[in-house]
């Protein structure tokens, strides 16, 4: 089987939720797995000198606007979040506890879940009593959950994981690097899908 | 006939050089014609903070790297030049005397030139002389031309068409607004063909 996808993200991103709903059809068409990788831009942001896309004179209205409309032209429920960016520690790092004690797909699956929670449904996921209920939707033991994302342990590997993307130079959500080759937002989802599918952007 | 296409590029912006590779055939398409307005994007810079993407950590080896990969990726020939970003005033003034006192399509014809003399053939539109190089192969009187871009109407007329574009939020290039409805960047190129076809970026 042909390398992994690593797929990075931070849940307060909307083009990132976009990638989140999209990526694992996509990389199953071209027999791939993919690799979640949550990560806070705030830290990111910190190194690279960048800021938040509402927050820019004049590009941050546009932002907005091109959020819901790419949301529509793709087909995907989108709600602009009355909290909007937002802290995403909480839920970075239950994804990973998930990842350690449950299993990978129902990280995934949770992570999607939360994504659809703020997104599209209007639930606060900086609050970590929702995560706790979304948790438990799907089966998790909540109160060890809730334990899990406060431990010094999580919290030193989350930071782990951001200095690690930083290294490969991951300075946006979403990023995607399979076989060393880097895919920046969910409009390069052409290129990304170009590349899985012939090993190579074409001439 | 259909309202037309507003079309904001800066000469030093790689994705402006493949949006005016491409922009008027697409316009023609759904029968629309295209206004073309030279701007400089170290004075949008200024008031957005924002910066040259090849300047920014992290950000600038990605930015190089899909350069040369969107080229590919859309058939339009692309070599990185040597000096860049480049300050493109003259460029800019020149595009809009030929505007003023020659015509509309020969202005057109020549911005398409200096962006293709740029971006794949090595050229330094950053000098006039290479400008009225460019210029006389197309039939223009190059010495009018050198004229026209070093006088005050003309330097004055810039500055205003820069600033009744920020006036419209455009924020980078290219920048393209139909009926009111902004879209940025190249790769926003799906969603304005889908515009221009329905009315309307459909749910």
């Keep these: 089987m042909a390398s992994d996808l690593d797929f ?5 991103s909307p ?3 976009f990638a989140a709903m999209r990526i694992d059809a ?3 068409k071209y027999r791939r797995a993919v690799k979640w990788h949550p990560i806070l831009l705030g830290v990111v942001f910190k190194r690279s000198g960048m800021a938040p896309l509402t927050t820019i004179p004049m590009k ?4 907005l606007r091109d959020f819901a409309r790419t949301a529509r032209f793709h087909g995907i429920p989108y709600q602009q979040p009355a909290a909007f960016p937002i802290a ?27 994504y659809q929670a703020y997104f599209a449904d209007g639930v606060d996921i900086g609050e970590p009593a929702n995560l706790l209920r979304i948790a438990s939707g799907l089966g998790v033991d909540g109160a060890a959950l809730m334990e899990g994302i406060s431990s010094p342990a999580i919290k030193d590997q989350l930071k782990n994981e951001i200095e690690q993307a930083m ?3 991951v300075f946006g959500s979403p990023f995607i690097i399979v076989e060393g080759e880097p ?21």
């Design 15 to 17: 083009y990132g939720y």
């Design 88 to 114: 995403t520690q909480a839920a970075a790092r239950a994804t990973l506890w998930l990842q350690n004690t449950v299993g990978d797909s129902e990280a995934i699956a949770f992570a999607k879940a939360v």
């Design 167 to 169: 290294l490969r130079d």
């Design 8 to 12: 990075y993200f931070d849940f307060t």
């Design 60 to 63: 941050g209205g546009y932002s």
């Design 183 to 203: 895919f920046w937002g969910f409009d390069r989802f052409d290129q990304l899908e170009a590349f899985l599918k012939n090993g190579t952007i074409l001439d």
């Design 26 to 28: 996509l990389a199953a």
